[in-house]
């Protein structure tokens, strides 16, 4: 019975003790929570769905990069690059955006850029999907009542169309158009190295954003007079690990002891 009576005194103070951490921890936990989801958003998301359409990637892919600590963001939107500010509040799950700016050239798919943009101006709620089933984590931004606008997913901050400028100490003569395409979500690499056509498999990790690995490649079999560059090039691209995007304009690709193999334009 004395027994039975100690363990009634002590249950009501534990239960207090507990409820006092729980109280003090409550606004540790709500922050580790936000920044998990300023994380999720923050990068490169490739967009894939306007209005509920799918849209394919012509000359370049259509996507968004947030950066959730200076609040800019930056993109291509099918025909233009784009940038701008937005607000965002990772635990209300409320984003908005700013007026955007854009360079002025005009394309094929000037209509979806504009269909983008208005997406852009009604946005103010976003979502993230992410689970084992998801081969990348998936973004849709809506409108106030929740209609989803725009569906993105997760890239690698170098996917697009990029020129190659440079193979290890070679400048690229511009003029023989030699560039790649890079499509995480399709797993590919493809592009011209000068002569002929070019394409391989893509393995990127969204948790380790700056390491790629380019499997075998396969080209066509071409003979031109100069194969310098183009034999440089394939060699080079078996050799990369790693890559670093210095803008939406300039990125590298280097080896595993850090030596840069190629440079890229836009």
Not at 20 to 39: E, N, R, W, Y
Not at 196 to 217: E, T
Request: hydrophobic residues 40%; charged residues 20%; proline residues 4%.
């Amino acid at each position: 019975m004395k027994q039975t009576m100690q363990t009634r005194c002590v249950f009501p103070i534990i239960t207090l003790l507990s409820i006092f951490l729980l109280s003090l921890t409550s606004p540790l936990q709500a922050g580790k929570k936000k920044a998990v989801i300023t994380k999720s958003v923050n990068g490169c998301w490739q967009i894939c769905q306007v209005k509920g359409q799918n849209i394919a990637a012509q000359d370049n892919l259509c996507f968004i990069n947030f950066d959730c600590l200076s609040k800019k963001m930056n993109g291509f939107a099918a025909c233009n690059y784009i940038h701008g500010k937005f607000t965002f509040k990772a635990r209300k799950k409320t984003l908005e955006f700013g007026p955007t700016a854009s360079t002025r050239m005009s394309c094929p798919e000037i209509q979806t850029e504009n269909e983008i943009l208005d997406c852009l101006r009604q946005t103010r709620q976003f979502a993230i999907l992410s689970n084992d089933t998801l081969a990348h984590p998936v973004l849709n931004l809506m409108d106030a009542n929740g209609k989803i606008l725009l569906g993105l997913v997760k890239m690698m901050p170098l996917d697009g169309k990029w020129k190659v400028t440079k193979v290890n100490d070679s400048l690229v003569d511009e003029s023989k158009g030699v560039f790649l395409f890079f499509n995480s979500a399709k797993k590919n690499v493809h592009g011209k190295l000068g002569c002929n056509n070019y394409s391989a498999p893509l393995d990127f990790d969204p948790k380790k954003p700056l390491q790629l690995h380019i499997g075998q490649g396969i080209r066509t079999l071409m003979m031109c007079p100069d194969m310098a560059i183009e034999d440089a090039l394939i060699q080079a691209l078996q050799e990369v690990v790693s890559f670093k995007k210095f803008s939406d304009r300039k990125a590298i690709l280097s080896n595993a002891k850090g030596k840069v193999l190629i440079e890229l334009n836009r």
